[in-house]
């Protein structure tokens, strides 16, 4: 009866939220954007028939069109006609990036190249009045605000909203009309947004407003509270800011409200987590706790020394590595401390006889049931209002590739936390300390791996959600093994489908 009850109120969990994310959508029409040689693009068009401005909306890095979709949604709704794309090697651009990550003149050019090819397209519908702003994160706030800055060959723009922004190209004067967002929680990039908004002002402080929007010349500072830098996306301070800005340049008054999306997104992943306990009950059942299937319950010794050896190991053997295994920014050497990670802590492990009985016939079969089932499941909510999850083709090897470090290394923790039966301090020590081998690994080599700062706030998610299915499914099998490979999977899928490819 309690599993039957779960599963109902999951399941209502699930209707409710894409119910209301769906809602969001209401009175809009959501169509492909066509043109030669853009970037795959969406076009949002506003209620009415009427012409208005358009607003190009740009990702940042690892990021996709999904990312933005509540700026998208909520500037449509305004009024404004939105146009939002994947840049060259991320979401379902199958074009990698290129050029030279290192120079303006390199692989920023070539994006910002690629934003107004988009902006000269959405430009030539129909319902685009000839005015023209752009949006952009992280990323592409520097993109933005680059292809804002006046060029003959180039769509004038009246104005730019730059989230969590960086750049070394504002001028006091340039780009046009120009709007700061910064979550209260990204403390540098809240000060960078300050840095920028000085260039115009000495005297400027958070929250104010310096220059003259009839002159092009407006500068203003907003601070999202109580968000960093992935959740101000789904601020309702930070998108009414955004179009309250816009309709000030535009001279408009349409601004309505913004949807708060981001309760009812992690409300859909809640009620997809909620549904895989009663799922995982499906499974066969293992021995009940006290009496495991194989290996005895690991002693505190050998699990201290498979918990803490890794972390201090790993980031000094790799540092002198330089890897180029995949054709993806950042995880060809995520594979390898995966791989690593994984390897010294399944040997640890062995040295310890705690693979003993691990892995019978039926391990392999209801693995592989798990990792489609957490893909398929979470793929298509996350894909439908967070993130782009579906790979195209040419991601398939980089899954592949993924894979084969993401699978050793949650094997290796699945085992070290006995399935999810291990006491909670063993559960955040083993965890915790990857996450501080991956800290250490960006210390030894910053310049190149700065950028898996940026996915800790996953892998923070992904223990959160997929270790507690995990601990489920462990505890429910009494086969650590086939959570563990299972969500090793997942977690494969989950970073192919993110990271930029890169030629």
Known sequence: MKRIAVALCALLAILVSLWHLDSARKGLTIQPLAGADIAPATLYLPPGTDPAPLVVVAHGFAGSRQWMESFSLALAQSGYLVASFDFMGHGRNPHPMTGDVTSVEGTTRLMVDELRAVARAALAHPRADGRLAYL???????????????????PAVQAVVAVSAFSRAVTPAEPANLLLIAGAWESRLADEGLRLLRLTDPAAGPESEVGEITQGTARRLILAPHVEHVAVLQSTVALDAAALWLDRVFGRDGARPAENRGGWILLLLAGVAALAWPLARALPAGPPAGA??????????????????????????????????????????????????????????????????????????????????????????????????????????????????????LLGDAILTEGGRAPLWRVLLARGAFLASLLAAVALNFDRLMFLLIILPVILLFFLIFGTLSGVIGRRTGLPAIAGIGMGLMLAWSLGVTFPMFA
């Not at 952009?136 to 180039?154: K, N, T």
């Not at 492990?349 to 398929?376: D, K, M």
């Open 136 to 154: 952009g994160h992280s990323m592409a706030s520097d993109i933005v605000i680059r292809a804002a800055l006046p060029d003959p060959e180039s």
């Open 292 to 409: 495991p299937a194989g290996a005895a319950p690991l002693g505190l010794r050998p699990f201290l020394a498979a918990c803490l050896l890794p972390p201090l190991a790993v980031p000094l053997l790799l540092a002198p590595i330089e890897t180029r295994i995949l054709p993806v920014l950042v995880a060809d050497y995520l594979v390898l401390h995966f791989a690593a990670y994984g390897a010294l802590t399944l040997a640890l492990l062995a040295r310890a006889g705690a693979l003993a009985g691990q892995f019978p016939a039926r391990v392999w079969p209801l693995a592989l049931l798990v990792g489609a089932a957490s893909i398929a499941g979470f793929g298509l909510a996350l894909d439908q209002a967070v993130a782009s999850f579906l790979p195209h083709a040419g991601r398939l090897a980089v899954i592949a590739g993924l894979a084969l470090g993401a699978v050793p290394y």
